[in-house]
């Protein structure tokens, strides 16, 4: 079966907003997903197709929860749980910019209640000596090296500055790293996966990756990601690589859709 099956995107019919819905069939190992998606017809860049590839994420992931239910293995993670939300995450460029979007259009008494919390995650960071490893190292490899530093960032505690009151504050803008880390073990287990196991469940369909190696494909002075603890730091310079990878809205939902189905088909 082909990574992606035949595609053949329909003759848009643009809504006033200038999106179209457009089917799509997804192979996902013995799996199949498919459906319809909301997707800009005109020029798009990566960043702005976000949402739609979020709401594909979702659909993937929520096919994935209930197969594990219907098997008597319903995962532990919940809205508001923030058992995880003191893990190393990498964003990626596409998603740090999303994000910067939406720092920028908070109030300010937000934006510097926001400011105040990434200040203090990097003097924790600072006083840790982690600083340079997690920009030098590669550590969202499965390596000893990689285990090694997710473990002494974790041992840190230091709170994702995203989260408010025990939950995330843009938890529908929130990364795919954190949108695809689902569990079916107890979510206590997740403050020390060293010393206690942490069962993931194994998403047919994870975005990060993608977006990971064509963030690293455009710019050859990154990984295609960062650490969200730098996500401020980042903003200073203004960067807008969303622009860097555009195209018509639907030609580059179906790059997107192959690209996942190669993903799956190579898995």
Known sequence: MAPAEAYN?????????GSTFVPFRLALGEAILSGTALVPVGITTLTELLPVLRRLEQSGSEAAIEGLASRGQPISCRQACS????????????????????????PPPQQHALADRFRSALQQL???????????????????????????????RIPCPFLVDSACSVYELRPFACREYLVVSPPAHCADPAANAVV?????LRLFPILNRIGASVFDDTRGWFPLVLLLAWMEADP??????????LELFHEILTGLGASAASA
């Open 9 to 17: 995107p329909p003759m848009p019919q643009p809504s006033p907003d």
């Open 83 to 106: 058992a995880c939300c003191d893990h190393l995450v990498p964003v990626t460029l596409f998603e740090a910019e999303s994000l910067s979007f939406a720092i920028r259009a908070m």
């Open 126 to 156: 600072a006083a840790s000596g982690l600083n340079d490893r997690i920009q030098a190292e590669d550590w969202i490899g499965d390596t000893p090296s990689a285990r090694h530093i997710v473990l002494d960032y974790l041992y840190q």
């Open 240 to 249: 807008h690589p969303g622009d860097s990878v555009s195209a018509p809205g």
């Open 200 to 204: 993931r469940v194994n998403l047919p």
